[in-house]
């Protein structure tokens, strides 16, 4: 992982009326290589939020029957392919950090400060379509995935429609701390119907015969 906490450059986040977004803007990207990735490196595209109506579920991944309450999508694509469009009809096309986030306690539990930066600015972005510009230090939250010394992998498709089969999936199971406040301020987003973006998470689909790998510093399980 490289470049992912430059203090250089505009960080863009947007409502897209679905989800939140964040982007980066001039500057050299963020990427990704080794492990599952092989030599290929996968530039940083944008960060995607996934959460539920209620705390108990929300993630679009579970690990041992365990369920959280947002996930935090950080997407990247394969520059063999030479643009992100050529990405889509390639079973490496696309690499995809996945981070939970958990809600802990209740209301009155102090927000998580490494998330402070994304989650105060919730308020600037409340419409579909509106962005704000947010500090390029607001992915220090994935630092705490970093801590760990095992992953999760596993080849499968998109969440959002059309669903290709692109996604390298590369998910930690190191939790963030969210707070009650900080969650409600992503609920209270709206959508193109001015309704609140309650719940945006696809519902956990079957393995279909795919392998998950669980990968740790002396074995591959």
């Known amino acids: 992982m490289t470049n992912y906490w430059s203090d250089i450059g505009t960080v863009k986040m947007t409502n897209t009326g679905r989800t939140v977004v964040i982007e980066i803007d001039d500057r050299s990207l963020p990427y990704l290589r080794g492990g599952p990735l092989s030599k290929d490196e996968f530039q940083f595209m944008n960060v995607q939020f996934r959460w539920g109506a209620e705390n108990s579920c929300g993630a679009e991944h579970s690990i041992n029957g365990i369920w959280y309450s947002m996930e935090a999508q950080v997407m990247h694509w394969n520059t063999r392919y030479g643009s992100?469009?050529?990405?889509?009809?390639?079973?490496?096309?696309?690499?995809?950090?996945?981070?939970?986030?958990?809600?802990?306690?209740?209301?009155?539990?102090?927000?998580?400060?490494?998330?402070?930066?994304?989650?105060?600015?919730l308020s600037k972005i409340k419409t579909i379509g509106s962005q704000t510009n947010i500090s390029p230090y607001c992915l220090l939250w994935m630092l705490e995935?970093?801590?760990?010394?095992?992953?999760?992998?596993?080849?499968?498709?998109?969440?959002?429609?059309?669903?290709?089969?692109?996604?390298?999936?590369?998910?930690?199971?190191?939790?963030?701390?969210?707070?009650?406040?900080?969650?409600?301020?992503?609920?209270?987003?709206?959508?193109?119907?001015?309704?609140?973006?309650?719940?945006?998470?696809?519902?956990?689909?079957?393995?279909?015969?795919?392998?998950?790998?669980?990968?740790?510093?002396?074995?591959?399980?």
């Not at 981070?99 to 209740?106: I, N």
């Not at 089969?165 to 001015?194: H, T």
Request: proline fraction near 5%; charged fraction near 20%; glycine fraction near 6%.
């Open 84 to 121: 992100i469009d050529k990405c889509y009809d390639k079973s490496d096309g696309i690499a995809v950090l996945s981070y939970f986030m958990q809600v802990v306690g209740c209301p009155g539990i102090p927000d998580n400060p490494s998330l402070a930066e994304i989650t105060n600015n």
């Open 145 to 221: 995935g970093c801590k760990g010394h095992s992953y999760y992998t596993y080849k499968g498709s998109l969440t959002t429609p059309p669903y290709q089969e692109c996604v390298i999936w590369i998910i930690s199971p190191i939790v963030n701390k969210i707070s009650v406040r900080q969650i409600d301020a992503f609920r209270s987003l709206y959508d193109g119907k001015m309704k609140n973006i309650l719940k945006n998470n696809r519902s956990q689909q079957r393995l279909h015969r795919r392998t998950i790998y669980h990968i740790t510093d002396d074995a591959v399980a």
